[in-house]
């Protein structure tokens, strides 16, 4: 087994054993608390840019199946985990996880004491890392200070589609009822799975793409999607999203969520240690139902810059008070920071789907 190091850009490093390919990988270090769902985080796209901690120990046990797959390619920089298994147990399973790592050509760490590192990252916050079979401490720590941070870096544009798509994977599901378009900042497969087993036909358009190219095939509803990176950064989407204020029911995810806030007036800021696993607890406040959440982010929208807008906080995290849920006061627009298909993670979250289609139903299907 090769050696493998990861070091932080404050200098802190670990050693361990080499998983996947070999090489030298870059992104923001974060840990999920997930136990199970590691082949849908490694191909979500809203984790480009970064390397994966996995708190859990085991990984790797039932190894992975393209019945998984959450984009065409896996998202990740690189994975740190504890301990690998090597020889996986699952009906379902077609390869072990350490040559699906190998075979996507991506750098990943075994073998360190995952848990001392999140403590870490929870205490310090998150930073660039670098995982390396071939680069000393030193020579990691200078490639590190080298790069971009990765506030600085537009992943969406790196991870959407690069051209308009009808979605045709469920086919079967007969009867299509509603006509929904997804701006894609970084979707995942199983959003869209969702919405087509719900009877919708789905468009995936660019995150880049104008109002009036979203509008233009005449949709009964928008989806903004989840995606990597700084809101900030995606001025020409926040644009699209003031575009099609007014004129469609719009439904924001995670990053969609995000933007739909700042469209609004609002203004989004870093989490700490970011909102990853499939375990947060969000309450709604108009019902005083708590949900248990599968996340994926590392910022949130500041509910005080929302005062004075049209948007209401309808949702919070239990755990730090954050902003989880928004809708428009008269307009039919609503936004959720956690995912709504569940996957990985837990199921009493989906009914944001059905409320989305409802939404569009009363407002009046055109």
């Known amino acids: 087994m090769k050696r493998a190091i990861l070091v932080l850009e404050d200098g802190t490093s670990f050693e361990g054993v080499s998983i996947g390919a070999t090489g030298t990988t870059l992104g923001e270090v974060v840990f999920s608390t997930c136990m199970t769902g590691y082949q849908e985080m490694l191909m979500d796209p809203a984790y480009a840019g970064q390397l994966l901690t996995l708190t859990y120990p085991l990984i790797g046990n039932y190894g992975v199946s393209p019945e998984d797959f959450e984009s065409k390619r896996v998202q990740v920089e690189g994975l740190i985990v504890k301990e690998l298994c090597r020889w996986p147990s699952n009906w379902r399973s077609n390869g072990s996880l350490q040559d699906f790592l ?3 050509g991506v750098v ?4 360190i004491d995952t848990r001392r590192l999140t403590k870490h990252i929870r205490d ?3 930073m660039m890392g670098a995982i390396s079979t071939e680069s000393t401490r030193a020579e990691a720590l200078k490639t590190i200070k080298s790069v ?4 600085s870096t537009d992943f969406a544009k790196r991870v959407s589609t690069e051209n ?3 979605w045709h994977r469920d086919a079967k599901v007969k009867g299509r009822k509603y006509n929904i378009v997804v701006l894609d900042l970084g979707v995942k497969y199983s959003i869209i799975r969702s919405l087509a087993a719900m009877g919708c036909e789905v468009t995936v358009y660019p995150c880049d793409a104008t109002a009036d190219q979203v509008l233009k095939g005449n949709p009964d509803g928008v989806l903004i999607s989840p995606g990597p990176g700084d809101p900030a950064l995606l001025d020409y989407a926040q644009e699209t999203v003031k575009g099609l204020i007014g004129k469609k029911p719009v439904m924001g995810v995670c990053l969609g969520h995000q933007l739909l806030g700042r469209a609004f007036g609002g203004r989004t800021f870093k989490l700490k240690f970011g909102h990853r696993g499939a375990n947060t607890p969000v309450k709604d406040l108009e019902t005083g139902r708590v949900y248990i959440t599968s996340q994926n982010h ?3 929208v500041d509910a005080d810059s929302l005062k004075g807008s049209d948007l209401q906080v309808t949702q919070i995290n239990l755990n730090d008070g954050t902003v989880e849920g928004m809708k428009h006061s008269r307009l039919p627009i609503f936004s959720i920071q956690y995912y709504p ?5 837990p199921m009493n979250s989906k009914n944001p789907f059905g409320r989305f289609l409802d939404i ?3 407002s009046g299907k055109e």
């Open 102 to 104: 190998a075979g996507h």
């Open 108 to 111: 990943g760490i075994s073998g």
């Open 124 to 126: 310090a916050g998150v």
């Open 148 to 151: 971009p941070g990765y506030g």
């Open 164 to 166: 308009p798509y009808v």
């Open 298 to 300: 590392g910022y949130a």
């Open 341 to 345: 298909e569940s996957s990985p993670g």
């Open 360 to 362: 569009i139903e009363s």
